[in-house]
Protein backbone atom coordinates (compact mmCIF):
# COMPACT_ATOMS: atom_id res chain seq x y z
CA UNK A 1 0.00 0.00 0.00
CA UNK A 2 1.15 3.44 -0.88
CA UNK A 3 1.39 6.64 1.49
CA UNK A 4 -0.23 4.68 4.57
CA UNK A 5 1.47 7.84 6.39
CA UNK A 6 0.21 11.12 4.65
CA UNK A 7 1.38 14.90 5.12
CA UNK A 8 1.55 18.19 4.29
CA UNK A 9 3.42 21.22 4.17
CA UNK A 10 1.72 24.57 3.16
CA UNK A 11 4.28 27.17 2.22
CA UNK A 12 4.04 30.75 1.31
CA UNK A 13 6.36 30.83 -1.77
CA UNK A 14 8.46 29.19 -4.09
CA UNK A 15 11.77 29.96 -1.66
CA UNK A 16 9.70 27.94 1.45
CA UNK A 17 8.69 25.31 -0.96
CA UNK A 18 11.96 24.63 -2.50
CA UNK A 19 13.90 24.60 1.18
CA UNK A 20 11.16 21.92 1.84
CA UNK A 21 11.73 19.75 -1.13
CA UNK A 22 15.62 20.00 -0.28
CA UNK A 23 15.08 18.82 3.41
CA UNK A 24 12.64 15.95 2.31
CA UNK A 25 15.14 14.69 -0.36
CA UNK A 26 17.99 14.83 2.20
CA UNK A 27 16.85 12.34 5.03
CA UNK A 28 18.65 9.26 4.03
CA UNK A 29 21.10 9.58 7.19
CA UNK A 30 17.74 9.24 9.85
CA UNK A 31 16.38 6.18 7.57
CA UNK A 32 13.83 8.11 5.08
CA UNK A 33 14.85 6.68 1.40
CA UNK A 34 13.42 8.76 -1.34
CA UNK A 35 11.40 6.60 -3.38
CA UNK A 36 8.99 8.90 -5.85
CA UNK A 37 8.90 12.45 -6.60
CA UNK A 38 5.61 13.77 -8.15
CA UNK A 39 6.19 16.54 -9.68
CA UNK A 40 3.03 18.59 -10.36
CA UNK A 41 4.19 21.49 -11.75
CA UNK A 42 4.92 19.85 -15.16
CA UNK A 43 8.26 18.86 -16.82
CA UNK A 44 11.10 21.51 -17.00
CA UNK A 45 10.16 22.96 -20.44
CA UNK A 46 7.12 23.09 -19.97
CA UNK A 47 4.75 26.01 -19.64
CA UNK A 48 3.46 26.01 -16.28
CA UNK A 49 -0.65 27.49 -16.41
CA UNK A 50 -0.44 29.15 -12.80
CA UNK A 51 -4.24 29.19 -12.64
CA UNK A 52 -4.25 24.98 -12.55
CA UNK A 53 -3.84 23.68 -9.33
CA UNK A 54 -0.31 22.14 -8.59
CA UNK A 55 1.85 20.59 -5.95
CA UNK A 56 5.39 18.45 -5.22
CA UNK A 57 4.58 14.89 -3.71
CA UNK A 58 7.72 13.18 -2.35
CA UNK A 59 7.41 9.80 -1.59
CA UNK A 60 9.67 8.15 1.05
CA UNK A 61 10.04 4.77 2.72
CA UNK A 62 10.78 4.43 6.12
CA UNK A 63 13.80 2.44 6.79
CA UNK A 64 13.66 -0.76 8.92
CA UNK A 65 17.25 -0.14 10.48
CA UNK A 66 15.78 2.97 12.43
CA UNK A 67 12.24 2.17 12.27
CA UNK A 68 9.98 -1.33 13.16
CA UNK A 69 8.10 -1.53 10.11
CA UNK A 70 9.02 -0.38 6.54
CA UNK A 71 6.42 1.95 5.25
CA UNK A 72 5.81 4.72 2.70
CA UNK A 73 4.78 7.99 3.41
CA UNK A 74 3.97 10.83 1.17
CA UNK A 75 4.49 14.41 1.92
CA UNK A 76 3.13 17.17 -0.19
CA UNK A 77 4.39 20.31 -0.72
CA UNK A 78 1.78 22.78 -1.00
CA UNK A 79 2.09 26.46 -1.76
CA UNK A 80 -0.99 28.40 0.07
CA UNK A 81 -2.98 29.48 -2.98
CA UNK A 82 -2.69 26.18 -4.26
CA UNK A 83 -4.33 24.55 -0.90
CA UNK A 84 -7.27 27.12 -1.24
CA UNK A 85 -7.52 26.68 -5.16
CA UNK A 86 -7.79 22.98 -4.56
CA UNK A 87 -10.71 23.50 -1.67
CA UNK A 88 -12.48 25.58 -4.26
CA UNK A 89 -12.13 22.95 -7.12
CA UNK A 90 -13.43 20.14 -4.66
CA UNK A 91 -16.74 22.16 -3.81
CA UNK A 92 -17.43 21.71 -7.67
Do not use: W
Request: hydrophobic share 40%.
Amino acid sequence: MKDLLRGCVICDNIEESKRVFEVLTSLQSIGLDVVQIKNGFGKIGQEFDPTKYADIKVILKLRGDYFEYEELIEIQIIQRINLDLKEIEHLL
